[in-house]
């Protein structure tokens, strides 16, 4: 769980491998990032008494978007954000305050696993809420994009602090790992120790049935063959690969 003063961070399960990320402020209200279903939803935000204060969307999917319209039901006031073109006016980020102003929060546009994809930086918290770009070890399929659009979406992640956390939408990071195991000789390790921390490490969380998530932008840079890509052609190559 990632915090702050007076705001923390929590994940809520859902389905077989999806998080909804949510940040909650003062231990009264709520932010909700990509709740693809209603039920355990609102049955955590009920079990803490907390107010549905904002809905973030990263992308159209039903496994973000499916609980959106129960929960606006059940909660009718609160506000929910889907970044579109008239948002960004021309520019690839836009700014957004939430909880009475007093977080901040930076939308910034993704394309690549669908085209109106879009990720939420909060500089306050030191965390990214990516939906389907980044993954651990791994990253969405191209699905509307372009594999252009995908590694310029990554590149954008790049530059983030190092010590970001990273809060995306699947427990994938085994599934990953086992492909890279799989492909290891096609892979040039720029840091064979840190792989096998993470390794390790990986194997430590899940062993005690703790979550992957939230990763850290540092180890992904280092370990991720996806993030860690120096060309489209090298991108390209991996995503293809994984299929």
């Known amino acids: 769980m990632g915090q702050s003063k007076d705001i923390q961070i ?3 399960s859902i389905f077989k491998d999806n998080y909804v990320p949510v940040i909650i402020y ?16 609102h049955r955590y935000l009920s079990d803490r008494n907390l107010k549905l204060e904002v809905i973030l969307i990263t992308h159209h999917h039903p496994d973000h978007i499916g609980g959106v319209r129960e929960l606006l039901e059940l909660h009718p006031k609160a506000r ?9 006016a021309g520019h690839d980020s836009f700014s957004l305050r939430i909880f009475n ?6 939308c910034i546009k993704t394309p690549g696993h669908t085209l109106d994809h879009a990720v939420y930086y ?10 389907d770009l980044v993954f651990g070890l791994g990253c ?9 659009q995908m590694f310029s979406s990554l590149e954008k992640v790049k530059k983030l602090p190092p010590t970001t956390k990273i809060y995306c939408a699947h427990e994938y990071t085994e599934h990953n790992l086992k492909f890279i195991l799989e492909n290891l000789d096609q ?10 921390e993470y390794q390790q490490n990986l194997h430590s969380l899940r062993h005690r049935g703790l979550p992957s998530v939230p990763l850290l932008l540092a180890q992904e840079l280092t370990n991720n063959p996806f993030l860690s ?6 991108f390209t190559f991996w995503r293809k690969l994984k299929g």
């Open 101 to 106: 102003e007093q977080l901040s929060l930076v």
């Open 187 to 196: 892979l040039s390790l720029e840091n064979p120790a840190s792989f096998k």
């Open 10 to 12: 929590d994940m809520i």
């Open 140 to 148: 969405g399929r191209v699905f509307e994009g372009t594999m252009a």
């Open 229 to 234: 890509a120096k060309t489209l052609e090298e």
């Open 80 to 88: 929910v954000i889907v970044p579109n073109d008239k948002d960004f």
């Open 122 to 131: 909060c500089g306050d918290l030191d965390s990214l809420f990516c939906g």
């Open 26 to 41: 003062k231990n009264s209200s709520a932010c909700l990032v990509d709740p693809g279903d209603s039920p355990p939803v």
